[in-house]
């Protein structure tokens, strides 16, 4: 859902969701999450790297059309979405 706000200063931002998958961190994992993407047909608008602390997994963090459809679609295909 995106949503502008503004704080009455003349600053308007914009609240967007974003999707968080949990990856191991090995190498191709990035790439085996993309390519998952793309065979389900998923364009990403904006793609960045967090941490989970706990864990200490990264987390891919994204901004799709449709998160919903996106989180359901990965979680089918066995990823950790948060």
Known sequence: ???DRSRGLGDVYKRQDVLGVEV???PGNLNSLL?????TNIDIDYIYLSFNRE???PIMVF???DVYETEASLKSKGYTVL
């Open 1 to 3: 859902r995106d949503t």
């Open 24 to 26: 191991v961190d090995q």
């Open 35 to 39: 390519k998952t993407l793309l065979e």
């Open 55 to 57: 864990s200490g997994c």
């Open 63 to 65: 901004h799709v059309p």
